[in-house]
């Protein structure tokens, strides 16, 4: 998932303005993202140390998780940078979470870009807490009774993926949709190319996958619209090995942007292509445009005509 960057590009660039700023500035700015995502950004001139920001976001899944952080997700906030970062409590009217940034207790020297850009992640680090604490807890009085209901998650809008808790397994359904034809086309291929690959004895540690045009068997009941796709069904069969230690960062980070580096794959093939082609079709021209040159030449020798590599004088 090297594609994908756990800091927000625009809260990042917000914040370096602030902190390079050769003199102090007013900023009040809302910032949205994911469509229901929004950032709260206040300074104030006449305090130029300090600023504030506030985050109001959907919990990643309706029904499971309260709409107010947990203390878990606090403290993982808290875990960013502690020397610049304080939570205000109460959060800002409005928000789920209000953050007082110290921003003279950012060294002048070049980890300062690092520093803000760990604040900046600060939505990812919320969202990758509501997922742990969802495949911890999830399900847990349906799973004494034998009953496994498919948990809704939504991280990008219009994108939601399923978890499914079993006996020593979690199991990860992403509906693939797409607006174009030759989307899906790319997609598909590329899930077939990653079965095969998974499968293999190299690739033998990483969870098993598996594509259908279909929907598996487990998310039979759910909402119509939420399994009308063009692009299948991606399916990982996640064991209690891949949520242990460092490997449940690793998986939670590559299930919430599985769906945006499917969209990147696709997207970076698509550009291959136009370029292959592009470059074919210069090389075309290339050789018509010669080919042309050279019966023009002949054609003049034969009319008795000089031709251009003869000089006149």
């Known amino acids: 998932m090297a594609c994908i960057d756990r800091a927000s590009p625009a809260l990042n660039q917000i914040l370096l303005k602030l902190y390079c700023a050769e003199k102090p500035l007013e900023i009040d700015h809302h910032l949205y993202e994911f469509g229901s995502l929004e950032y709260h950004i206040q300074s104030q001139a006449s305090d130029p140390q300090l600023a504030y920001l506030s985050i109001s976001m959907p919990p990643l899944c309706h029904g499971i998780l309260p709409k107010e952080l947990s203390s878990k997700t606090i403290e993982m906030v808290k875990g960013l940078c502690p020397n610049v970062v304080e ?33 900046s992640s600060v939505h990812s680090v919320i969202l ?39 006996p020593q397994r979690i199991i990860a359904v992403f509906p693939i949709r797409f607006k174009e034809k030759s989307d899906v086309t790319i997609a598909t291929t590329f899930f077939q ?6 499968s293999s004895d190299k690739w033998a540690k990483v969870p098993p996958c598996n594509w259908s045009a279909i929907p598996p068997p487990e998310l039979r009941g759910e909402a119509f619209e939420d399994l009308s796709t063009n692009g299948g069904f991606f399916t990982f069969d996640i064991s209690s090995r891949h949520v242990e230690g460092n490997r449940l960062d690793k998986t939670v980070w590559s299930l919430l942007n599985f769906s945006t580096y499917v969209r990147y794959h696709v997207k970076s093939t698509k550009g291959f292509i136009q370029r292959r082609m592009r470059k074919r079709l210069e090389s075309l021209v290339e050789v018509l445009h010669q080919t042309n040159s050279e019966e023009n030449e002949q054609t003049k020798q034969h009319q008795g005509l000089p031709s251009d590599n003869t000089f006149q004088y």
């Open 87 to 119: 939570i205000i409590d109460p959060a800002k009217e409005g928000y789920q979470l209000t953050l007082k940034l110290n921003l003279n207790q950012i060294p002048r020297n070049k980890d300062y870009d690092k520093i803000i850009r760990e604040i």
């Open 128 to 166: 990758s807490s509501q997922l742990k604490e969802i495949l911890w807890n999830v399900n847990s009085d349906d799973a004494l009774q034998g009953m496994y209901k498919p948990i809704k998650l939504v991280y990008h809008p219009r994108e939601p993926f399923f978890l499914i808790r079993q």
């Open 193 to 198: 190319e990653l079965v095969d690959v998974g």
